[in-house]
């Protein structure tokens, strides 16, 4: 399917990188599941948030995760089967365009997925509508510093490209006028350090390579070659002049957010 070809190459090594699974857990954490509770994973890839989720709602509840690449929603049923988890399943679908019934989730997780979405304002009102009044809505995005990625999409603004990743919702404030104009009421908002470890000089540029046709890389991925080559080239000095011992520094922070729909 069209928009997938980045997941579906990473697909079987996306959960070496642990930092999903964290993010993933901080979302689940803030979601105030309890037994029974029926919960919609937007964007679940390999099914990391819905895995965990339907290990805390017990078997009278349900959870169902959406992605729109087979490879990943692949892993994540590999993943489901192995773990004889029976309260969770998976489709194939896009998180802006769901045909679910209005009203009919307790809960909706999107872990480091929102900015991924081409509309994400209107993909909230979308969610917020599948809510049943009462019900939550959790989700994490980028905010600063965020590792290499922002190295990245530094370098790229000085060329004159943006990324579009990079502000959506990297402050509270911005969360909270996410929510509310999604027509949530605002339950929690907080920044966290979601990972901090180091990175190699070599893994940083190979993870810019690797990510050039990521989604949110699109507007990179789409340059000129000679474009691209200078950006590569000047993020690669960038990274050069802050390494110690052949290292750079990757702390990744993230805004967490949780609405609520409120009762008519
Ligand atoms: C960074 S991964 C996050 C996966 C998972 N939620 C996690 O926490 O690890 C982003 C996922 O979003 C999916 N995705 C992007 N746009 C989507 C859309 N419109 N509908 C459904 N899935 C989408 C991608 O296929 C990918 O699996």
């Not at 964290?22 to 599941?33: G, H, N, Y």
């Not at 099914?47 to 290990?55: D, I, N, Q, S």
Request: glycine share 8%.
């Amino acid at each position: 399917m069209a928009g997938t070809a980045h997941f579906d190459r990473r697909a079987a090594r996306y959960d070496r990188d642990g930092a999903h699974h964290r993010v993933a857990s901080l979302v689940v954490a803030s979601a105030e599941l309890v037994d029974g509770c029926r919960v919609l994973d937007v964007a679940t890839g390999t099914g990391f948030a819905a895995l965990e989720a339907a290990g805390r709602i017990g078997p009278s509840g349900e959870v169902i995760g959406v992605d729109l690449s087979e490879a990943m929603l692949g892993e994540a049923r590999r993943k489901a089967q192995e773990a004889r988890a029976a309260n969770v399943r998976f489709a194939q679908g896009d998180a802006e365009r769901l045909s679910f019934s209005p009203a009919s989730f307790d809960r909706i997780l999107c872990s480091s997925a929102l900015a991924l979405m081409t509309d994400a304002p209107r993909a909230l009102r979308h969610w917020r509508d599948l809510l049943k009044p009462g019900g939550l809505l959790a989700f994490d995005a980028p905010s600063t510093p965020f590792g290499f990625s922002e190295r990245a999409a530094a370098a790229a603004a000085r060329h004159g490209i943006r990324l579009g990743f990079s502000d959506l919702a990297d402050t509270p404030d911005k969360c909270r006028a996410l929510l509310e104009g999604a027509a949530l009421d605002v339950v929690s908002v907080r920044k966290a350090i979601a990972a901090s470890g180091p990175l190699a000089l070599d893994r940083a540029v190979a993870m810019f390579d690797e990510r050039i046709d990521h989604p949110a890389w699109r507007a990179l991925g789409e340059a000129p070659p000679a474009l691209r080559a200078a950006i590569r080239a000047d993020y690669i000095r960038d990274l050069a002049a802050a390494a110690v011992d052949g290292r750079v520094a990757n702390e990744i922070a993230l805004c967490f957010a949780v609405g609520r729909r409120p009762a008519p």
